[in-house]
């Protein structure tokens, strides 16, 4: 019921994340867009930040309907994620909900 997008520096570029926010826009999901270009890989480098993916997808035709207008993007080590993930995901629920 919830999407969560990571977004890395290639993020808004992949195929196949565009092909998941397509579906799940027609499941009716709500979405998350997090930032995670601060966290380590396994081999200790970090990514650089990267574009929402989210801002190329619309639900309507209304301008404000875009997806990263009406869903919150957050950034995992600033906004302290592992504290806050659950709260985000009952947050983009509720907007789903009404």
């Known amino acids: 019921t919830v999407t969560v997008v990571l ?3 290639e993020t808004y570029d ?3 994340v565009d092909h998941a926010i397509m579906q799940s ?6 979405f998350i867009g997090l930032k995670i270009h601060k966290l380590k890989d396994l081999g200790g480098s970090h990514d650089l ?7 190329k997808y619309r639900i309507g035709s209304e301008k404000n309907s ?3 207008n009406i869903f ?3 950034i ?6 592992e504290k806050n993930l659950s709260n985000w ?6 907007i789903v909900a009404g």
Do not use: V
């Open 7 to 9: 977004i890395g520096f």
């Open 14 to 16: 992949i195929d196949y």
């Open 25 to 30: 826009c027609q499941q009716g999901n709500a």
């Open 49 to 55: 930040i990267g574009k929402n993916p989210l801002h």
């Open 66 to 68: 875009i997806l990263s």
């Open 72 to 74: 919150h993007e957050h």
């Open 76 to 81: 995992w080590h600033e906004d302290d994620g």
């Open 89 to 94: 995901i009952k947050e983009a629920a509720k």
